[in-house]
């Protein structure tokens, strides 16, 4: 009988305390499981930034590539134009256009700013139209026209001549003829072979 009193007494005894240990167990694995989660959830605030810097390496990897693909495009029309701006040069060097139409006119040139014009015409021109001056074609056939007075040293000539432009021309009745050479474009002929431009007219 005194067995069974001291094993309840024993167990009484022993039963707060196990329950103290399971409350002290739970506690500790809380703990440990909330310490678990937090670095979890700090890497995941540092990511943003480490994700955006790629994005940005990105865009000017893909800036590069662009950029050399225009210059190898502007390389390939340079020398696919090579040789038609070099004879387009060359084309620039002389004026000799005939006309045919209605007028009365004559002209002389020594450069643009000394030129003399007296007259008016309205014809079709034929041949070489002289300097072009800007990236256009040289038309061998045209449309001409030109009128009044104009006797200058400082102004301009008229029919869009070239700046460093010597010639004459005449029209009288329905025929006229239109001839100069320009220097300056000699210059610009041989410019060219080294891709140089002074007059600024290559395509």
Same mark, same amino acid.
């Given at each position: 009988?005194?067995?069974?009193?001291?094993?309840?007494?024993?167990?009484?005894?022993?039963?707060?305390?196990a329950?103290?240990?399971?409350?002290?167990? #739970?506690?500790?694995? +809380? %703990?440990? $499981?909330? &310490? *678990?989660? =937090?670095?979890? /959830?700090?890497?995941? !605030? @540092?990511?943003?930034?480490? #994700?955006?810097a790629? +994005? %940005?390496? $990105?865009? &000017? *990897?893909? =800036?590069?590539? /662009?950029?050399?693909? !225009? @210059?190898?495009?502007?390389?390939?029309?340079?020398?696919?134009?090579?040789?038609?701006?070099?004879?387009?040069?060359?084309?620039?060097?002389?004026?000799?256009?005939?006309?045919?139409?209605?007028?009365?006119?004559?002209?002389?040139?020594?450069?643009?700013?000394?030129?003399?014009?007296?007259?008016?015409?309205?014809?079709?021109?034929?041949?070489?139209?002289?300097?072009?001056?800007?990236?256009?074609?040289?038309?061998p056939?045209?449309?001409?026209?030109?009128?009044?007075?104009?006797?200058?040293?400082?102004?301009?000539?008229?029919?869009?001549?070239?700046?460093?432009?010597?010639?004459?021309?005449?029209?009288?009745?329905?025929?006229?003829?239109?001839?100069?050479?320009?220097?300056?474009?000699?210059?610009?002929?041989?410019?060219?072979?080294?891709?140089?431009?002074?007059?600024?007219?290559?395509?």
């Open positions: 009988m005194s067995l069974r009193v001291l094993l309840l007494i024993a167990f009484a005894l022993a039963w707060p305390l329950g103290v240990a399971q409350e002290e167990m #739970e506690s500790q694995t +809380e %703990e440990s $499981a909330a &310490e *678990e989660a =937090a670095p979890e /959830e700090a890497p995941s !605030e @540092e990511a943003a930034p480490e #994700e955006a790629p +994005e %940005e390496t $990105a865009g &000017e *990897e893909s =800036a590069a590539p /662009e950029s050399m693909v !225009e @210059e190898q495009q502007n390389l390939a029309t340079r020398v696919l134009l090579y040789l038609p701006n070099r004879v387009f040069d060359l084309m620039d060097v002389v004026r000799l256009r005939g006309r045919v139409g209605p007028g009365f006119a004559l002209g002389a040139r020594a450069t643009r700013p000394a030129s003399l014009f007296l007259g008016g015409y309205a014809s079709v021109g034929v041949g070489l139209p002289g300097p072009r001056g800007e990236p256009k074609l040289p038309l056939l045209g449309f001409d026209s030109a009128g009044g007075m104009q006797v200058s040293m400082v102004g301009d000539a008229p029919n869009g001549y070239g700046r460093t432009e010597v010639g004459a021309l005449l029209h009288v009745i329905l025929v006229g003829l239109d001839v100069g050479v320009d220097p300056g474009e000699v210059l610009d002929f041989a410019a060219g072979f080294l891709l140089m431009d002074p007059r600024g007219d290559d395509f």
